[in-house]
């Protein structure tokens, strides 16, 4: 079945950029998706690429598609304390749902 | 404009009870998709509804059921729960069903004793 895979932990000081990475495996995946989930809340989407775009911006966030490696990633500029939060990469292939990554715990530190 | 809205916020119950989740979609969406996120993971799609019929099931028991009302809400049912259905219950509302995208609410936290 459809497979999206993270690291589950990423660390950064206050400031400097964040990056966070995602594989997938549903090569007919047609929008690929980021998802901010702070504690006890439900998820926000913060951003969102389709599937024949390389790259996309919004403000502080970059979206890096590498299509032929299947490589989703999320840049953060000037990285935030309140961007601390769990990081979903989430794919819409085929089938009629979201399938999500084990989602990646973001920290920032001072 | 209000966004997807759920209850309860909170729910515990205990083994083989029976459970009701409501959800109420972003105004003028009519797609309401569900998912189970257990602590430490991602969410698991269970159901998509779309005009009132089911687009897409997710690999769970028939212990879980739900249905949209003509209004576009919807409702997730789960009977006999076991203490592996604890989890965050979250819906997500779209325009369309599909690969649209999905806003989600802020989930019911559900405790089965």
């Known amino acids: 079945g459809e497979d999206v895979e993270q690291s589950l932990f990423l660390s950064v000081r206050e400031g400097d950029s964040s990056v966070i990475n995602c594989t997938y495996t549903d090569s007919s995946s047609t929008y690929l998706y980021w998802y901010k989930q702070e504690p006890g809340a439900g998820l926000q989407l913060l951003t969102y690429?389709?599937?024949?775009?390389d790259m996309k911006q919004d403000q502080r966030l970059t979206v890096l598609l590498n299509k032929k490696d299947k490589h989703l990633s999320l840049r953060i500029a000037d990285t935030q304390t309140g961007d601390s939060a769990i990081y979903f990469c989430?794919?819409?292939?085929?089938?009629?749902?979201?399938?999500f990554g084990s989602g990646t715990q973001l920290t920032v530190l001072p | 404009d209000a966004g997807v809205t759920q209850s309860p916020t909170h729910l515990i119950k205990t083994r083989g009870q029976h459970v009701t989740l409501r959800c109420s979609p972003i105004?003028?969406?009519?797609?309401v998709s569900w998912y189970q996120q257990v602590l430490g993971q991602g969410p698991q799609f269970i159901f998509q509804y779309y005009e009132k019929e089911e687009r897409g099931r997710g690999n769970f028991p028939d212990r879980f059921s739900a249905r949209q009302f003509p209004n576009y809400s919807s409702e997730l049912n789960v009977n006999a729960l076991l203490l592996g259905d604890s989890a965050l219950y979250l819906c997500a509302s779209s325009l369309v069903a599909g690969t649209d995208t999905q806003y989600f609410g802020p989930g019911t936290r559900l405790t089965v004793l």
């Open positions: 690429i389709f599937s024949n775009m």
């Open positions: 989430a794919s819409s292939g085929s089938a009629r749902q979201l399938t």
């Open positions: 105004s003028g969406h009519k797609s």
